[in-house]
Structures are given as structure tokens and as C-alpha cells.
């Protein structure tokens, strides 16, 4: 099993920045890849950005790719998700998402979610 908690979500203007964080426990975090993902209001949840094991690779939705920066640090068991330029149309509650093998179709585990806002 492995538990996932984000946070660093929030309110935040048009064109601001914001870092969610993911902190897993459970089992061995580096033996699984991350992904973040997001949920507007009346809308089905879709993948944002993904991340494998150690790092080294990783792959974006084309709506976030240049805003977005997904990364990690195995040593600290943590996950993140560098927002910037952000937008209106980014606002959604953020899941992180942990999975077995990179580019999964489906992943194995979600965290509650954190709310992040933009406004206008």
C-alpha cells in the first residue's frame, strides 16, 4: 500500500506560480512512477504530467508543456508539481498518482487531493 498526501494548493491570480508537493509513505517510493493529475468542476479528470522512477524521464500534457514541471526526490519520499504562468482554466482539484510502470494507463494509487484556484 502506499499513502499519498498533497498539498500547496490554494489561491492564487492569473499569470502567479504555485508548487504542490506529494508526500508518499508506504512502500519503496522509488519503485514507482508518478504522475499528477486534475479534475475541473463538471469535467472528467485528465492527466497533467507524469514522472518516472528516478526521474529521468518525463511527459506533459500538451496544455500544461512550458507552464508545468513535474519532479521528485526519492531521498525525501516526495513528488512535485511546479506551476507557473498560471491560468483560469487550470483550476481543479490536483491528485497525485503513483503507478508501477512509467506512461501507465492506469495507476495504482491516489492521494485526497488539493484544491487550486485561479483567478482572473
Known amino acids: 500500500q502506499v499513502h499519498l498526501v498533497e498539498s500547496g494548493g490554494g489561491l492564487v491570480q492569473a499569470g502567479g506560480s504555485l508548487r504542490l508537493s506529494c508526500a508518499a509513505s508506504?512502500?519503496?517510493?522509488?519503485?514507482?512512477?508518478m504522475g499528477w493529475f486534475r479534475q475541473a468542476p463538471g469535467k472528467e479528470r485528465e492527466f497533467v504530467a507524469g514522472?518516472?522512477?528516478?526521474?529521468?524521464?518525463?511527459y506533459y500534457a500538451d496544455s500544461v508543456t512550458g507552464r508545468f514541471t513535474i519532479s521528485r526526490d526519492n531521498a525525501k519520499n516526495t513528488v512535485y508539481l511546479q506551476m507557473n504562468s498560471l491560468e483560469p482554466e487550470d483550476t481543479a482539484v490536483y491528485y497525485c498518482?503513483?503507478?508501477?510502470?512509467?506512461?501507465?494507463?492506469?495507476?495504482?494509487?491516489w492521494g485526497q487531493g488539493t484544491q487550486v484556484t485561479v483567478s482572473s
Open positions: 498518482a503513483a503507478a508501477r510502470v512509467f506512461r501507465a494507463r492506469d495507476y495504482e494509487y
Open positions: 508506504g512502500r519503496t517510493f522509488s519503485d514507482y512512477a
Open positions: 514522472i518516472s522512477r528516478f526521474g529521468g524521464n518525463t
